[in-house]
């Protein structure tokens, strides 16, 4: 296949590639030679810092961002640099006020998804982070933290740089500052 004709298949739409394993279609060799990884497992990308593999030079271009620090994506309201561009399109929201996400029970919104399925849990009852010790059952991930440094560890990982108290909460500690604020 010519160049010209793998370039026209992107207008047309034309797919001729087949994936003989799963049947997806590719308008041209390469990519379908790309995909054909996901069922070999081959990585031939490797960090030279970490050692990781990697499918696509492109995941690994991006991965390398971990080591170098490098954050291209700046928000030009609030001036935060962001390692990913999914991050950063998501962080646009807290300026916009963008909430895509709409629970279909009760039409409260999310800027995240994440969000909207932890809070479809409000609703559906649903519990799915149980502590093995006593088996009390959480709706979030944090809660169930928080229950087993309180009721069962004591671990009290939150310090107070102003008088040395702890807490178990990070929100009980940021309560806790408010006290200080009128020293």
Known sequence: MSRLQRHLNVHTGEKP?????????FSNMS???????????????????????????S???????IHTGEKPYSCKTCGKDFRYNSDFRIHTRVHT??????????????????QLQR??????????????TCGRCFRVSSDLLVHVRRAHTGEMPYLCKICG?????????AKHRRSHAGN
């Open 59 to 65: 995941v690994l271009k991006v991965h390398m961002r």
């Open 165 to 173: 108290k702890r807490y178990y909460d990070a929100s009980l500690l």
């Open 97 to 114: 006020g963008e909430k895509p996400y709409a629970c279909s029970t009760c039409e409260k919104t999310f800027s995240r998804k994440p």
């Open 17 to 25: 590639c087949l994936c003989k394993t799963c049947g997806k279609v």
């Open 119 to 132: 809070h479809i849990r409000v609703h559906t009852g649903e519990k799915p982070f149980t502590c093995k």
């Open 31 to 57: 990519a379908m030679e790309k995909h054909f990884r996901i069922h070999t497992g081959e990585k031939p990308f490797s960090c030279k810092t970490c050692g990781k593999d990697f499918r696509f030079s």
